[in-house]
């Protein structure tokens, strides 16, 4: 099952949903009594991608997280954007991270839940970031964290977990995770698609596969309550908690179960995607941002794309974009310009000239990266990882430096979508309005920043088909 490309309706239709009326009743009965605030550490701007009308905050203060935990509200983000950080860099700032929370927890008196929001393609620090949470929290606080639940399910970019294999579909399939591009990943490649093998991969065999704790699809469709509390409440030593998930329903009834083990005394850290963040927190679904909400003051100034993911779903989705008839400036970033001594600065001054004449005459400038990956050496995910950073900063820093104000800004991929928002916006607390499309989530930035009250689309590089893209841009340019 976990080597072929498979239909989605094989999976989908073989295990029936259980009554929605019953897990909507179960869980709201056991939300109840649940007092914690939930922090969700966001890995790249794109966990958001669920929820809607709650904050982001793009640093990691005590005072910054004393004030997440005392305003309205059941959640809020907190920005890391770890994936592009060195694995030395996101041990110290999950180490800061966990230190200022502790202190903003007692200082407020507020308790809280902890996730971390990772790549629901598998992709990012793992398990570095979530030990480290583990280590310095229970060195900060009297708790002792039991486990650690594995979720990366997200409905809307089709990664579902059936049979513990997680899938990522492609077109009208889905693809074994470990089968898929992402899998290969320059910096953060891995070879499993069975989860439980995945954590035995990943954290180099301390928690075996055997050992990992499972959660069926048929245990949750079939709202066998009992039975997985029983297993919940069996776990110990930061043991690893796989859960299965194909639809949000099973989602609401693991919320339901994991919040009565919480309940009976259990402490659980998370590494999810964005699937479980909207559950977990309650927040209920609302339709897609309309024109009129994504560009509520008309301006007769265009817009500006900025793409600097490399998969080829998002060079699929630029190609289709760039062949639309619409008022589109491409422009391309040379990124082999990194190459020679000064090229990147010269090559950012020459898109930034041409991206702002496009702005100025009405049309959107869409500037993109070229579509060649480079490396610096094969077998560096280090330095990979470094250059690509080199790279997007300076993808990054025509935003910082426009002196002209676009009527929308778009960013393709995590890293890029991250530094735009926060190196060149300067955003230090954002507004969720929603999404404008499936998956890809919209900020309000805040008074703070360069361009206030800009609507900033973070559209993840994994996200959409091939015309979701183009769909995006076509209806925020909109007349």
């Known amino acids: 099952m976990?080597?072929?490309?498979?239909?989605?309706?094989?999976?989908?239709?073989?295990?029936?949903?259980?009554?929605?009326?019953?897990?909507?009743?179960?869980?709201?009965?056991?939300?109840?009594?649940?007092?914690?605030?939930?922090?969700?550490?966001?890995?790249?701007?794109?966990?958001?991608?669920?929820?809607?009308?709650?904050?982001?905050?793009?640093?990691?203060?005590?005072?910054?997280?004393?004030?997440?935990?005392?305003?309205?509200?059941?959640?809020?983000?907190?920005?890391?954007?770890?994936?592009?950080?060195?694995?030395?860099?996101?041990?110290?700032?999950?180490?800061?991270?966990?230190?200022?929370?502790?202190?903003?927890?007692?200082?407020?008196?507020v308790p809280f839940l902890l996730v971390s929001r990772g790549d629901s393609t598998l992709r990012g620090h793992y398990p570095l970031e979530t030990e480290t949470l583990r280590r310095t929290l229970e060195e900060q606080l009297p708790v002792r964290y039991d486990g650690e639940i594995i979720m990366p399910y997200f409905q809307e970019g089709g990664r579902l977990t059936i049979g513990n294999v997680h899938y990522v579909k492609t077109g009208d399939q889905l693809v074994p995770a470990g089968m898929t591009e992402f899998a290969r990943d320059t910096t953060f490649a891995y070879s499993a698609s069975d989860l439980t093998d995945w954590c035995e991969e990943r954290i180099g065999g301390r928690y075996p596969a055997?050992?990992?704790?499972?959660?069926?699809?048929?245990?949750?469709?079939?709202?066998?309550?009992?039975?997985?509390?029983?297993k919940l409440m069996a776990v110990r030593d930061f043991g690893k908690v796989v859960v299965n998930a194909a639809d949000d329903r099973d989602v609401e009834v693991f919320v339901t179960v994991l919040l009565r083990a919480i309940a009976a005394g259990k402490e659980f850290l998370f590494r999810c995607a964005a699937g479980l963040v909207r559950v977990l927190g309650g927040v209920d679904r609302r339709p897609l941002l309309t024109r009129a909400e994504l560009r509520p003051e008309d301006s007769q100034l265009g817009g500006l794309v900025i793409v600097g993911s490399h998969v080829k779903k998002t060079t699929d989705q630029l190609e289709c974009l760039l062949a639309a008839d619409l008022a589109l400036y491409p422009v391309c970033f040379d990124v082999e310009t990194v190459l020679v001594e000064g090229g990147l600065e010269r090559e950012r001054d020459r898109v930034l000239r041409e991206a702002e004449q496009a702005i100025r005459s009405g049309g959107t400038a869409v500037v993109y990266t070229s579509r060649k990956a480079l490396r610096a050496r094969e077998d560096s995910a280090q330095e990979n990882l470094n250059l690509s950073v080199r790279i997007s900063r300076a993808l990054t820093s025509v935003v910082e430096k426009l002196t002209v104000r676009p009527g929308f800004l778009v960013a393709k991929g995590g890293i890029t979508s991250s530094d735009v928002g926060i190196r060149a916006l300067g955003v230090r607390r954002a507004w969720v309005l929603g999404q404008a499309a499936p998956g890809v989530p919209v900020w309000r930035t805040g008074a703070e920043s360069r361009f206030p009250g800009l609507s900033y689309v973070i559209f993840p590089g994994n996200v959409g088909d091939v015309n979701t893209l183009r769909d995006v841009v076509q209806k925020l340019m909109e007349p």
């Open 2 to 109: 976990g080597n072929v490309s498979i239909m989605p309706a094989a999976l989908a239709d073989s295990i029936p949903l259980p009554d929605g009326e019953r897990v909507a009743r179960e869980l709201a009965e056991v939300r109840q009594g649940f007092g914690r605030k939930i922090v969700v550490l966001d890995d790249d701007p794109t966990g958001v991608q669920t929820v809607h009308d709650v904050p982001v905050y793009t640093d990691w203060r005590r005072e910054t997280l004393a004030r997440g935990l005392s305003e309205p509200g059941s959640m809020f983000f907190v920005l890391t954007n770890s994936r592009g950080f060195t694995a030395e860099e996101t041990e110290s700032a999950h180490r800061e991270i966990g230190e200022h929370l502790a202190a903003a927890s007692e200082e407020t008196g």
């Open 210 to 230: 055997g050992g990992v704790t499972v959660l069926s699809l048929e245990e949750l469709r079939g709202l066998e309550y009992g039975a997985m509390l029983e």
